[in-house]
């Protein structure tokens, strides 16, 4: 079992995540959508990417975590740079003067959600960018790179030398599979390469029947298993599976909470995931942290925690 060593009473090790920050504009239909038409709905501007809403529950969580990505320099970045520190992230994000800060359009419907998606200055980040934040991190253990720069020609050298440059530092490694159409677009074969010998690596069943093909979560899981080390296979209200390279298999319920919103539970589950597993829990342990931070996230709108609510901190 690839497991950090287990740490008690000391602070735990730095994660450094490294993504997309974006602003999510987060529309929750009150009716089906109406192509052509109106659909009354309740809409809200909010933080958000993926990388960044990891961070965001990471530091709710009260766990270390510096964010590496770039924002634009406009009122947008600022104010995104700006929630994420006082939510107690470290970040070492760039600001990019002829590209704008990303911006996600979501649409949460029956508990779907459907994004559009501009990624703007987040396709700006380089490999120096890692290189920096890396080398202001002397207390970091743990690398966690959501996948999108890697879906994306433009920022892929950039999230290839975040892992490249993490395993020569002698972090742990893991990988947020991120999201199924980008990854179907690229087909398989060059992802899974890309992410060989990682440490861990998170994907929803969308995601999962793309890179193993279809079957059971625990089938795709031990499929993943002989590319990464370990391999979570997350399955929405029907729990969660984790596979290891040398066979253990780990199966988790989710918690039954009220729905409001799925935007950012992925990011949630991560994040409870890897304040776990950098620490040196077990499987069954971290599937429930994760799953703890999961259902925290459904049960506020848009995709991070809610500030006046500091009961996940641990």
């Known amino acids: 079992m690839n ?11 730095r994660i450094l995540v490294v993504g997309d920050i974006v602003t999510d504009v987060v529309a929750v239909l009150a009716d089906r959508l109406a192509p052509g038409s109106d659909t009354p709905a309740g809409i809200r501007f909010a933080g958000g990417g993926q990388a960044a809403n990891t961070a965001a529950w990471l530091a709710w969580r009260g766990h270390p975590v510096t964010l590496v990505g770039v924002v634009g320099t406009d009122d947008a970045g600022d104010a995104r740079v700006a929630e994420l520190t006082r939510a107690g992230v470290q970040c070492a994000v760039r600001r990019c003067p002829d590209a704008p800060t990303g911006t996600v359009i979501v649409l949460a419907d029956d508990g779907e959600r459907t994004m559009i998606t501009e990624r703007g200055a987040n396709l700006r980040l380089t490999p120096d960018d890692i290189g920096r934040a890396l080398a202001a991190a002397p207390d970091a253990g743990h690398l966690h790179l959501s996948a999108y720069p890697l879906l994306d020609a433009g920022s892929r050298t950039a999230g290839l030398a975040a892992l490249a440059a993490a395993r020569d530092r002698g972090l742990t490694t893991s990988v947020d599979a991120a999201s199924a159409e980008p990854l179907r677009r690229l087909g398989p074969a060059a992802f899974l390469d890309w992410v060989r010998e990682v440490d861990l690596l998170l994907a929803n069943a969308d995601e999962a029947a793309v890179l193993a093909g279809p079957g059971k979560p625990a ?13 979570v296979v997350k399955n929405g209200a029907a729990g969660s599976v984790w596979a290891e390279r040398d066979g253990v298999l780990v199966e988790s319920a989710a918690r039954r909470v009220p729905v409001r919103d799925v935007t950012g539970a992925g990011d949630a589950f991560a994040a409870g995931l890897l304040s776990a597993w950098v620490t040196g829990r077990g499987p ?22 809610d500030p006046g609510n500091p009961d996940g901190r641990g």
């Open 284 to 305: 069954a342990e971290a599937l429930r942290w994760a799953a703890e931070l999961g259902a925290a996230a459904v049960a506020v709108v848009g995709a991070r925690p």
């Open 3 to 13: 497991l950090p060593a287990r740490r008690t009473g000391a602070r735990p090790p």
């Open 219 to 231: 089938t795709q899981a031990r499929r993943l298993a002989e590319v990464a080390r370990n391999v």
